[in-house]
């Protein structure tokens, strides 16, 4: 997959990720991932379930993966969630 079909999801609104979603699939991307670590995970399940049930009808989920990261922070390492969503062209 190309990273410019990445839309990684952080703090702002979820309309906000929804419609990078939406642009990436309008401007020819076959597939998009949304990538979200920590407590965006469940902002990123919103984008990824706003944008196949309102916006675009045509599209499945393909893939979901979940993995733990280690990060370093100021107090040692740390375990964060992630996940990665995929979003494809139906067939």
């Given at each position: 997959?190309?990273?410019?079909?990445?839309?990684?999801?952080?703090?702002?609104?979820?309309?906000?990720?929804?419609?990078?979603?939406?642009?990436?699939?309008?401007?020819?991307?076959?597939?998009?991932?949304?990538?979200?670590?920590g407590?965006?995970?469940?902002?990123?399940?919103?984008?990824?379930?706003i944008?196949?049930?309102?916006?675009?009808?045509?599209?499945?989920?393909?893939?979901?993966?979940?993995?733990?990261?280690?990060?370093?922070?100021?107090?040692?390492?740390?375990?964060?969630?992630?996940?990665?969503?995929?979003?494809?062209?139906?067939?």
């Amino acid at each position: 997959m190309i990273k410019d079909n990445t839309v990684f999801v952080g703090n702002k609104p979820v309309m906000n990720y929804v419609l990078a979603v939406v642009t990436q699939f309008n401007n020819g991307a076959e597939e998009v991932a949304i990538k979200a670590r920590g407590k965006a995970i469940s902002r990123a399940v919103d984008t990824a379930e706003i944008a196949l049930n309102r916006f675009l009808a045509n599209v499945d989920k393909k893939e979901i993966f979940t993995s733990t990261e280690m990060i370093d922070t100021d107090t040692g390492k740390t375990n964060v969630s992630s996940i990665e969503i995929v979003l494809t062209h139906a067939k």
